[in-house]
Nanobody, 121 residues
Framework: QVQLVESGGGLVQAGGSLRLSCAVS????????MGWYRQAPGKQRELVAT?????????ADSVKGRFTISRDNAKNTVYLYLQMNSLKPEDTAVYYC?????????????WGQGTQVTVSS
């Protein structure tokens, strides 16, 4: 099993910054791509940014140039981060950490519980 625990959300004014963290523990062997997703009230969950085990990154157009995803593959825990700068009210959402673990039959996604980010205007 894989456990994901997010932290770092909160309330910030427009133009401010926040850093989200996600600690991934348990059976972390064969975890490859990881990412951050978000879901605003009344909207579908959407991709924010992803990063592969090799460090290749991908960002939603809406956050390019403002958000930076990174990861730290420690011995027993993988840490995923999202540095969010120049925050806008439209960035308000619950942010979820995601990790893909690969088994012989294919990949399985794991999700954290989510952390609320609220940006006031």
């Amino acid at each position: 099993q894989v456990q994901l625990v997010e932290s770092g959300g909160g309330l910030v004014q427009a133009g401010g910054s926040l850093r989200l963290s996600c600690a991934v523990s348990g059976s972390i062997f064969s975890i490859d791509a990881m990412g951050w997703y978000r879901q605003a009230p009344g909207k579908q969950r959407e991709l924010v940014a992803t990063i592969t085990n090799g460090g290749n990154t991908n960002y939603a157009d809406s956050v390019k140039g403002r958000f930076t995803i990174s990861r730290d593959n420690a011995k027993n825990t993988v840490y995923l981060y999202l540095q969010m700068n120049s925050l806008k009210p439209e960035d308000t959402a619950v942010y979820y950490c995601n990790a893909w673990k690969y088994y012989s039959g294919g990949g399985v996604p794991y999700w954290g519980q989510g952390t609320q980010v609220t940006v006031s205007s």
